[in-house]
Nanobody, 122 residues
């Protein structure tokens, strides 16, 4: 069983930065990917970004391109989400996920983390 543990959420002012981490408890298949999704109250869970574990190829939602960066450290079995120029509309619970690549929709991951709250104040 793969377990994912997120950390790094919190409260930040608009224009600020946060870095989220997602640690795996075991290695995943090289053909798999990792992704970040987010879900605001009353809204559906939406794709933010994903990365292929072996190649490092990334994908981003248009709403975060140029502001968010996903990266991974294979040795530490950890994926990161660097969020810059944060906006109030980025406020959500952010979820880490893992599954066969590519991951672009909430239906695709096989494993999910518990989520971490990110709140951006105006």
């Amino acid at each position: 069983q793969v377990q994912l543990v997120e950390s790094g959420g919190g409260l930040v002012q608009a224009g600020g930065s946060l870095r989220l981490s997602c640690a795996l408890n075991k290695s995943i298949l090289s053909s798999w990917g990792m992704a970040w999704f987010r879900q605001a109250p009353g809204k559906e869970r939406e794709f933010v970004t994903s990365i292929r574990w072996s190649s490092g190829t990334t994908m981003y939602a248009d709403s975060v391109k140029g502001r968010f960066t996903i990266s991974r450290d294979n040795a530490k079995k950890t994926v990161y989400l660097q969020m810059n120029s944060l906006k109030p509309e980025d406020t959500s619970v952010y979820y880490c996920a893992a599954g066969p690549a590519p991951i672009t929709t909430p239906r695709e991951p096989k494993y999910w983390g518990q989520g971490t709250q990110v709140t951006v104040s105006s």
